[in-house]
């Protein structure tokens, strides 16, 4: 996923033991605010990552600023 004001990605494969990075950053011009969020774990994951769309993610990273900053999101 990638926009303007937000994208997501997933950065595999460091080292010998190995890591898999989901990482994602909103830009919200709305509020005004910027938020990044990154989950990480080695390979194989010990729990599978959830099947969750990057947009569904994001959406909700936006959804706490919206009512942090009330009136911004109209």
């Known amino acids: 996923t990638r926009q303007l ?3 997501a990605a ?3 494969g460091f080292g010998s033991g190995g890591l898999v990075t989901h990482e ?3 830009a919200d011009p709305r509020s005004g605010t910027m938020v990044e ?3 990480w774990a080695t390979t194989p994951p ?3 990552w959830p099947s969750v769309s ?3 993610v994001l959406d ?3 959804a706490p ?3 942090a900053y009330v009136g911004s999101c109209r």
Do not use: G
């Open 37 to 39: 969020l990154a989950m």
């Open 65 to 67: 600023l919206c009512n």
């Open 54 to 56: 990057d947009a569904q």
């Open 24 to 26: 994602y950053l909103l």
């Open 10 to 12: 997933v950065i595999s």
């Open 46 to 48: 010990l729990v599978e």
């Open 60 to 62: 909700a990273m936006a």
């Open 5 to 7: 004001d937000r994208m």
